[in-house]
């Protein structure tokens, strides 16, 4: 079994949902996990902030606008006057309810279950035009498998047991298709895995079906050296191991969902990155082993708040990191990068909802001072400490950046520096100059130092 993935502009229109209804492997069944058209995410979070806000003309308007791009989808994507009437009537089925649940009392519990609708929508319509082109595809309703545990993981238990009672009561299928980051909670609620989380449900899928094989379907020839959205002649990578793809989907390569590796090692499940817009590029493929030395790719993170914690006494005193932890503990909030010197540490964190609790328990026993609009810059590849010359040849990159907090050594595969989310953009540009001076080899895909 197969698990291939199409994102938002994968589906974003009739002609690209007929397309990727050409993609299918031939001998192999799969589960197709779609995620909602491009845009229709944004727009219902938008329906529900407006709501929310007693902005409900506003939301009922822009519910309408989006009804009319899935309406004008549908009468494009079928052949026959039947399925045309099928899709509409589906598509205004799925409205019906996102306004009633607007007008009905609505209250922030129902913003989860009408953003969840975008996926609905996409997969129903793929789901109709399979059938209409005579292929057997069963539906599986993420609702009845996904959930999430209290923590926000994944509950793996119950979605393995509840993904293959749906795929055996329908045996005969070999094509299952499915919705993305759309999940229940712990309570049985309506939920998500997140922004961006299609990719994330694919990995989860692939895990408890045990696949061959997970397949990220997107608008770019895999994974690039760099952010092609901020830096010039960017270039796709052929191979990398999953520690080095988890690296830079953690700090910012928007390809992939954070989360998505993790799934994905625990059964050795190779992961291929394959564009829509042009299936014949080979893609990038994430396995376990390491294909290369030396840089390979770079990627920036933004929204990181950096934190300044001073105590010219106990700093290095036994027992004072983990009373700083402890407090990070508490407000479970993550650490991303962190550096020390003999009077102060400075780390980072990217979610702030918990920050003033945080600089309030720690003014008990130390001095704090915070930066926020600060941009993580990872720079990642096999940098085994025995080969040389890797610091030195990013630092020299990015003379012209001030350079705010260096981490190196704490895995073989990055070498991770903060800077003002001002610098990003010439930081990014600069470390360009790694990839362009040193042409990459066809098949290493590394600068070799
Ligand atoms: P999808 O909707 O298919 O999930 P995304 O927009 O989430 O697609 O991810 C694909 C986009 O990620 C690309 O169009 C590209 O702009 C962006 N991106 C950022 N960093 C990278 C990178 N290192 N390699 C490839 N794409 C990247
Ligand atoms: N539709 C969701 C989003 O826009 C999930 C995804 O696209 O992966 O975040
Ligand atoms: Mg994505």
Redesign the pocket.
Known sequence: MKVLK?????VGNAERLKRVSTLLPKNEPCILVL?AM?GATDWLIEITELAQNKKMVDAIEKGKQLKDKHIKTANELFETKMYRKRGEEFVANIFHRIISKLVDSFDSDDSKGIVAMGEQLSVGLFHMLLTEQGKRATYLPALEYMRIDRESEPDLFYIEQNINRLLHSNPFSTIYVTEGFICRNAQGKIDNLGR?G??YSAAIIGNVVNATEVQ?????D????????YVDN?T?LRSLSYDEAAE?AYF??????PQTIHPCRMKGIPVLLKNTLNPQDEGTLLTEKVRAKGIK???AKDGITAINIRSSRMLLAYGFLKRVFEVFDTYKTPVDMITTSEVSVSLTIDNNTHLNEIIQSISWFAQVEVERNQTIICVVGDFLATHKGYAARVLDCLREVPIRMISYGGSHNNITLLVDSHYKVQALSMLQHLFISNPIRPIANSIEV
Do not use: C, M
């Open positions: 199409f994102g938002g502009t994968s995620s491009s961006g299609s990719d990220i379907w997107t608008d770019i895999g994974v690039h050296n760099n952010d092609p959205r960017t796709p830079l910012g390569a928007k390809i992939l969902h790719a770079v990627a």
